[in-house]
């Protein structure tokens, strides 16, 4: 296998319209090289000038990820790590704000020597150096960047620029572009339209950039005749035309690429050859799982804040898929609105009528936290397998101080900083941090988990490392009154100092969790947790189905045999 002698860059851009799949198109084909035998990394530079999604809105832009260094990033760094089995790191997000705010940094410091600051060269000069600090750093064969927004936002324009210079600095053979647009089917005519492809390459073109591939998102597959056409009208070969049609579940796209020859394509523009052909039957049989489930489904409801826009808890929904496939089950999402259980006339029956399992999602804030513990409360009662992440940990033990322990004054300082018994309490070495951005207990940290517990017999291992994002922890003055309720603190950081596993003694499957394990699944290593929790609510429903068919069995047929006498 002749390796190459410098790292080759791949860009990903995007046209027409916005949430095409830049992202899954980026972890498909890095995923498809690897496959080959290449080392890949994956980067995603966004436009926008926060310095980095940490203290956006999840309304904004879905789900903040966090990597095992502490980075807070875009969500699209979740779909690498999931399709590359790869870890990503604080350089593989960079912003347009970080870019600005390292250029007047440097300004303010005198590095410039007194020039005047311009975007060319020294805006551009900066997202150069950043676009090859991963390359210098890392042991790789191909980068892939996926460039964000779309084509023709005035926000992006430095990227462009950058990518276009690299590109004539470095030459055709060690930089590609990979345009991904949208060809709508018009279903009154019945036909494909490629005219937003040709004027999204047109605008491309504009600022001297010729795409090398061209990938089409369709509802329907593009012909030879489609290709042939956008191909003529874009300054391509047929070849270089790729389509890629909507698919019943994201996991199917590196497959669909295969069959395209997109990776073909681009070793031999990059001059790379004699990599081995690509095995994927391992993809091929989860894809086959989650489509075509063995042992039917279970529906699960996440209770949650943003519950309006779904990519808030895009991690922990690929996660259900990654555990339905293990357990050979559908995992269908129900998602609860925290807010509309604190209503005084709401039928909690009701709502979770043939909801198999209930997971309390992370957040901040004190919106729908007391619908959250009421939820809780129900899981708890009624004995529904439960799961709480960040929050959702913190949330449980507000419920149980509350309804167990007596405490009925039990919050977070979160909420109510006078609580009578702040059970859920601010970090001590949070106390004086005033910046919102970048100052949460970030990153991976070590979990040392009890034998004989729920967590240990999912994970089975006694010592684990987990993501974590938050300011606030359960208060060990606590500590003492819960464990004499029945609670048990399975696991705790390596001092003992902080509580990272709750569970519950008595129940089928109710375990809180302080870190992300969501952030950490994959679909060739579907996270323990997650595994075990659909587990619980397959073993819950099988019990529940049970019960009702011996309720509806008739008065003269026994349920059950009753020993001799």
């Given at each position: 296998m002749a390796r190459p002698k410098n790292v080759k860059y791949i860009f990903v851009t995007g046209g027409v319209i916005s949430s095409l799949g830049k992202g899954i198109l980026s972890a498909s084909l890095g995923m498809l090289l690897k496959a080959r035998g290449l080392r890949v990394a994956i980067q995603k530079y966004d436009p926008y000038i926060n310095v980095d999604p940490g203290t956006m809105s999840p309304y904004q832009h879905g789900e903040v990820y966090v990597t095992d260094d502490g980075a807070e990033a875009d969500l699209d760094l979740g779909h690498y790590e999931r399709f590359l089995d790869e870890a990503t790191s604080q350089t593989s997000n960079l912003t347009m704000g970080r870019?600005?705010?390292?250029?007047i940094d440097k300004e303010r410091s005198g590095d410039y020597l007194g020039a005047t600051v311009q975007v060319v060269p020294?805006?551009?000069d900066e997202i150069k150096d950043r676009m090859a600090e991963q390359a210098k750093n890392g042991n790789l064969d191909v980068l892939i960047t996926e460039i964000g927004g779309t084509i023709g936002d005035i926000e992006s324009l430095p990227f462009l620029e950058a990518m276009r210079q690299m590109k004539l600095e470095m030459g055709d053979s060690n930089l590609l572009n990979i345009h991904l647009t949208f060809v709508p089917f018009i279903k009154a005519a019945s036909e494909l339209k490629t005219k937003p492809t040709q004027h999204s390459v047109k605008m491309l073109l504009g600022v001297g950039i010729q795409p090398d591939i061209l990938v089409c998102r369709s509802e329907k597959q593009l012909s030879r005749d489609?290709?042939?056409?956008?191909?003529?009208?874009?300054?391509?070969?047929e070849f270089d035309v790729i389509g890629l049609s909507d698919c019943d579940t994201i996991y199917e796209v590196p497959l669909m690429l295969l069959q395209e020859k997109l990776d073909q394509r681009v070793l031999k523009k990059l001059g790379m050859k004699k990599f081995?052909?690509?095995?994927?039957n391992y993809w091929r049989d989860f894809c086959n799982k989650v489509k075509f489930p063995q042992d039917g489904e279970v529906t699960i409801g996440i209770c949650g804040k943003y519950t309006e826009y779904p990519d808030a808890y895009k991690s922990i929904i690929e996660s259900f898929i990654h555990a339905g496939a293990s357990n050979n089950v559908k995992v269908n999402v129900k998602l609860l609105?925290?807010?509309?259980?604190?209503?005084?006339a709401f039928d909690f029956a009701k709502e979770l009528e043939n909801v198999n399992g209930i997971l309390v999602a992370p957040g901040f804030g004190d919106r729908g936290i007391e619908g959250k513990i009421k939820y809780i409360q129900y899981a708890r009662e009624q004995n529904i397998p439960f799961l709480g992440i960040c929050l959702g940990m913190q949330c449980a033990s507000i419920e149980f101080a509350r309804n167990v322990c007596g405490m009925q004054e039990a919050n977070s300082t979160e909420f109510n900083k006078r609580t009578r018994f702040p059970v859920i309490d601010l970090m001590e070495h949070q106390k004086k941090v005033k910046e919102k951005g970048g100052t949460m207990r970030l990153g991976s940290y070590p979990c040392i988990i009890t034998e004989g517990s729920k967590a240990h017999t999912a994970y089975q291992k006694f010592l684990v490392n987990e993501r974590h994002r938050h300011r606030y922890e359960f208060n060990n003055t606590y500590r003492q009154n819960f464990e004499e309720s029945g609670m048990t603190f399975s696991g705790t950081s390596p001092?003992?100092?902080l509580v990272e596993i709750i569970e519950l003694k008595d129940h089928r499957w109710f375990v809180g969790v302080q870190f992300?394990?969501?952030l950490k699944s994959r679909v060739q290593k579907v996270h323990p947790l997650f595994h075990s929790?659909?587990?619980?609510?397959?073993?819950?429903?099988?019990?529940?189905?049970?019960?009702?068919?011996?309720?509806?069995?008739?008065?003269?047929?026994?349920?059950?045999?009753?020993?001799?006498?």
């Open positions: 870019v600005y705010k390292s250029v020294h805006v551009i489609i290709k042939n056409k956008v191909g003529h009208f874009c300054n391509l070969n081995k052909e690509p095995v994927l609105r925290a807010e509309d259980a604190e209503l005084t001092n003992g100092e992300h394990p969501e929790f659909v587990a619980a609510t397959k073993e819950y429903k099988r019990g529940v189905h049970q019960m009702e068919l011996a309720v509806d069995m008739p008065s003269f047929v026994p349920v059950y045999n009753e020993p001799a006498q």
